[in-house]
Structure formats: structure tokens, C-alpha cells
């Protein structure tokens, strides 16, 4: 079993104070991991640690995979919404970090860019402008995006919000479907039923963290008041 991510004994924060302590998990190739948790539960401190853009308080994050080949699919924001470039565009730009100095794409990063749009379906839009698509489309575009900067694992945050329901399916059978083709997928996330139908793992961060199987969560105190509370709210 390939180890690609190690946390342990992690205290995550910045210089005014830890956000979340003693964060212990594995992340395995193949794995599926719903990474659960109310806001300011420190999720968003772990992706940016996980990608290199802050360190870690204490502790040590190890593994075969650097923050370097993780692709990243980001909550979107308006701005992003209408950015003006072409799909095609979008999509090689998640092979600048293989460009280095270069300051053009070579034919095997411009073959990697078609490789992901022909797998997310997405080649028929390659000449359109990326803001006078759906917000499906656009969605399908980033996580292309995010192939193009990794083969083995892709962190994704909140990648449904803003769509409608049959977006939202179609993404998460993409991301299903990526994932059973052997991508390791780290999910940020507040949907409860996606984690019950997807997550192979779940780190639940809070004042009690957990990481365990979905079936160890599903039996664990924190998981029966997770599964418990999205009833409600249904």
C-alpha cells in the first residue's frame, strides 16, 4: 500500500495560534477521503498546508507525493466565474508548473491538456470562453485543469457548491469514476450523503477529530452526530 500523504502529531495554524491539534491520518493511492467539519474547524488551513502554502506548527507531513503534484480544484469565486480565456486555455495553464522557465507549452503538455478534456468530456468546448459556460461546465474545466498538474491525486474543495442537483451528480460521478481509475481524491466538504455514498475515509476535524474508515465513522460518536444532524436538515 503506497503511503502518499503521512500526517502526524500535526498542529496546524500561523503565528497568532493553532487552529486544529494532533491531527493524525493517512492518505493511501486509491484512497477516497472526506475531509468533514464545521467552519473554522481548520479545513481550509489544511489545504493550504497540504499545498505548500503555509507549514505546519508542529508535527510532520511525509509521504511519496509533494505538494508540488497535487491538483487543486479551489471553491470558485465571481471573479474566477468570469474569467476571459478559452477552455483550452484554463486547461494547459495546470501545466505551468511543469514549464519552469519555458515560456510555452511543449507538445507533450499540450497532449496532457487533451488527454484530460477528451476525460472530462470537454473537448467539443474547447475553443469557447470559459465565462459563457455553465457553472457544470466551467466545474468540469478546473477539475481538467487539475489533471493537467497531477496523475495520482486530486484535492478538491467544496466542488458542487452553486450547482444544481443534476450538476452536482454529474460531478461527483466524474470524480467517481476518476477515482476508480486509480486518482487518490482528498474532499473538502459539508455534504453529508456524498460522504456516506463516496468516501472510502473520513477525517472529521473539530474539537474531536476522527480518521477511521467511513464504516469506523459511521460507527463512531462523532459520525452518528454527524449523519444525525444532516437528517435534521434535510
Known amino acids: 500500500m503506497s503511503e502518499q500523504i503521512v500526517c502526524k502529531n500535526v498542529t496546524l495554524g500561523y503565528e497568532d495560534g493553532a487552529v486544529a491539534e494532533n491531527l493524525n ?3 493511501n493511492k486509491g484512497d477516497y477521503l472526506f475531509v468533514l467539519g464545521e467552519n473554522g474547524s481548520g479545513k481550509s488551513t489544511l489545504v493550504k498546508t497540504l499545498l505548500g502554502l503555509t507549514g505546519v506548527l508542529s508535527g510532520e ?3 511519496s ?3 508540488k503534484e497535487i491538483g487543486y480544484l479551489p471553491q470558485q469565486t465571481l ?3 468570469d ?3 478559452s477552455v483550452r486555455e484554463i486547461v494547459l495553464s495546470g501545466c505551468l508548473s511543469k514549464c519552469g522557465l519555458r515560456p510555452f507549452y511543449n507538445s507533450r503538455e ?3 491538456a487533451q488527454k484530460a478534456m477528451e476525460e472530462l468530456g470537454i473537448t467539443d468546448l474547447s475553443t469557447r470562453c470559459y465565462r459563457e459556460l455553465s457553472g457544470g461546465q466551467q466545474q468540469r474545466v478546473l477539475l481538467a485543469r487539475a489533471l493537467c498538474a497531477t496523475g495520482s491525486i486530486l484535492l478538491l474543495d467544496e466542488p458542487v457548491t452553486g ?3 443534476m450538476a452536482a451528480a454529474d460531478m461527483y460521478a466524474i470524480i467517481e469514476r476518476l477515482n476508480k481509475n486509480g486518482i487518490t481524491v482528498i474532499m473538502i466538504s459539508h455534504d453529508i450523503d456524498a460522504a456516506a455514498k463516496y468516501a472510502s475515509h473520513v477525517l472529521h476535524m473539530g474539537e474531536n477529530i476522527f480518521y ?4 469506523e465513522f459511521a460507527q463512531s460518536e462523532q459520525g452518528r452526530d454527524f449523519f444525525k444532524a444532516g437528517d435534521t436538515n434535510a
Do not use: M, N
Open 25 to 27: 491520518f493517512t492518505v
Open 61 to 63: 507531513i511525509s509521504g
Open 65 to 67: 507525493i509533494s505538494h
Open 79 to 81: 471573479v474566477q466565474r
Open 83 to 85: 474569467f476571459p480565456a
Open 110 to 112: 499540450k497532449a496532457l
Open 163 to 165: 450547482l444544481d442537483p
Open 212 to 215: 477511521g474508515t467511513l464504516e
